[in-house]
């Protein structure tokens, strides 16, 4: 499920690089509103801008709907508490460009010359992480298909009763608290030390003693994780991070952020087994599924006005 989001809205074409370029200069776009989806506005220029990405990627779409569409997903997700810093956007925008074997100001120019804007495609992928972790969230929640103790049964028996195993994580999560008030003045600073304690990090046993003396932070022990239970945002650097070791830190909507690696193991157990035939289960069509029904579900309730 988290695999398939991610990948599906990140799907640029690596030779809409050298579509774009061709294009000289960007088209000016008029901002009148168009629609106004429960109190927010969406402009014709907001519009223009999806079209000319749609056309970037090669794909066919009606750019209005999906500029609702995006309105009603971003809306859902901060009901929901989801916030989706602009570190987090900078980061993946910079990935993006990895990615595509390009230097961020290429890509910046790819998106200006191509009439996307780079403010735009950063909204998009603000977009498309929070609704990741939003839809993320349902599908745990039971709606994209659970599976009950018998369909795990039934799997292990057409395995020729084979149990699945996963790696079970000790973790340990360390905060470095920036007030959202002090977060335009503090938030570098904090973030240089959070460096500094991961740098040293050896171990969850003395995270503690090296947080004394610290102003605001917070160490909390999470216990043992399954891998399919970790958190979105930080799966793939757990699972890339060593015993002993600590992920890079992160800002987040907290301050600054890593996840200590107290110890992991294989486990095989009729929980597990659970978990994982449940993860296996959430295929590209499942997850398509699921977004368009919980999308449905969000339009029918909106107040939707077309100008």
Known sequence: MRKYLFSAGFALL??????????????AFASEIKYVVNDIPITTGD???RAAFLKLQRKK?????????????????RRLGIRISDAQVEAA??????NNKMQRGQLDGVMEKSGVGKDHFKEFIRAQMAWNQ?????YRSGEGGSVTEQDAVRRMLDKGGAKPSAMEYMLQQVIFVVPAAERS?????????????????????TTREFAKGLIDVTVRDLGRVLAPQLPPDWAE???????????????????????????????????????????????????????????????????????
């Open 185 to 205: 003045a503090t938030l570098a600073k904090r973030k240089r030390e959070a460096d500094a304690m991961r740098a040293r990090f050896n171990g969850c046993n």
């Open 47 to 49: 519009i223009a801008h």
């Open 14 to 27: 690596v030779a809409a690089t050298s579509v774009s370029m061709t294009v000289m200069t960007p088209p």
């Open 61 to 77: 779409g009606d750019a209005g709907q999906e500029m609702i569409d995006q309105t009603l997903r971003l809306a859902e997700a």
């Open 237 to 307: 650097q757990i699972k890339a991070t060593k015993v002993g070791g600590a992920t890079v830190t992160r800002e987040t909507e907290r301050g600054v952020e890593f996840i200590g690696i107290c110890s992991s193991r294989e486990v095989s157990d009729d929980k597990t087994a659970q978990m994982v035939f449940q993860s296996e289960g959430s295929n590209d069509k499942a997850a398509d599924d699921l977004s368009k029904k919980y999308v449905d579900e969000l339009k029918a309730k909106a107040r939707i006005v077309k100008r």
């Open 134 to 138: 939003a839809l993320s969230a349902r």
């Open 93 to 98: 925008y910079q990935r993006f460009a990895a």
